[in-house]
């Protein structure tokens, strides 16, 4: 009806599209805007200096994805250890490859991102078969603890066996996080939640020789 199609409207005025562009025109369109508005930053390295992980890479060691996020993950969480010193806030760095806990607002099925930054209550621990083979000491294995509590999910870390330098897919799989992860449902809008701090997202997503840190700001990047 007439009134439905309204409704529907006045809804993703508020909230956001139902549906989602595919990763690789997520990707796409946020590069462009980032040039548009001179915050797109590429750095290229200087000099001679070979990947942290060359070593990795040259002797086959990463040979799938799992693998390294494996091999990121005690690196990783040194960055996290450091900033939560600096901080003074704790945080820890969860491997959520194999537990789907990031929701679809609009009823799809929901994601695994490989990696959470978070304070150690809002996750929940979950070490399933497929991760036994990947744990070493220190690991932490779970989820997200709840999606109402997302926004105190701080950092999402997506990795790539080689997410490519003119390929924005990754990218876009990043920023479909942050679009999920700013919704606001109107349960959520009806009950006062205060849902400021869901408009921020950090991402990582990297591959074995490449990185890019994105702010996404309403699911925008």
Known sequence: SEIKQQGSRLEDALCGAKSSPTPAT???KAVDSLKASQNWTRIELDGTGESI??????SGQISNESSLVQILTPLLREVV???SA???IPLV?????RHAYFEDPHGGSAS??????????????NKSDGDVQYCKDGFIFGKGADWCLRDCWEVIVECKKDIGMDSFTALGEGIEYARRKSFVSTAERLSEVDS????FTRLIVCDSKHFYLVLCVDGNA
């Open 86 to 88: 600096i901080l003074g």
């Open 93 to 97: 760095l969860v491997n959520t490859e």
């Open 26 to 28: 997520l990707g796409r």
């Open 196 to 199: 400021r701090s869901r408009r």
């Open 81 to 83: 250890e450091s900033a």
């Open 112 to 125: 695994k991102p490989d990696m959470l930054v978070t304070h150690p209550a809002f996750y929940t621990w």
């Open 53 to 58: 992980l060359q070593a990795e890479v040259d």
